[in-house]
């Protein structure tokens, strides 16, 4: 069984960083595409970042430049460093190991930033 946790949320001020990570259990993630996601209270579910099996990465629109996605498959970890943070980056954060039906979820880990 896969189990996917995840750390590093907190209350930041704006501007501030964090570096969010998420530990993978039951499953390698060097053979898996990872992906961050987020969601606001009353929003949808929101893609960040990926990173794929060869270490390819892509990323949102809305993210893009702030937020770096990475990956230790020794740790069998990925994290997600963001910077610049702003209020409108307050949501509970999920990473996700594979696709599709296949795929597994964390339990999330609030990131709250306010002043």
């Known amino acids: 069984q896969v189990q996917l946790v995840e750390s590093g949320g907190g209350l930041v001020q704006p501007g501030g960083s964090l570096r969010l990570s998420c530990v993978a259990s039951?499953?390698?993630?060097?053979?898996?595409?990872m992906t961050w996601y987020r969601q606001a209270p009353g929003e949808q579910r929101e893609l960040l970042a990926v990173?794929?099996?060869?270490?390819?990465?892509d990323y949102a629109d809305s993210v893009k430049g702030r937020f770096t996605i990475s990956r230790d498959n020794g740790k069998n970890t990925v994290y997600l460093q963001m910077n610049s943070l702003s209020p409108e980056d307050t949501a509970v954060y999920y990473c996700?190991?594979?696709?599709?039906?296949?795929?597994?979820w964390g339990q999330g880990t609030q990131v709250t930033v306010s002043s």
């Open positions: 996700k190991r594979g696709q599709g039906l296949a795929a597994s």
């Open positions: 990173i794929t099996i060869n270490g390819l990465t």
């Open positions: 039951g499953a390698d993630i060097d053979i898996a595409t």
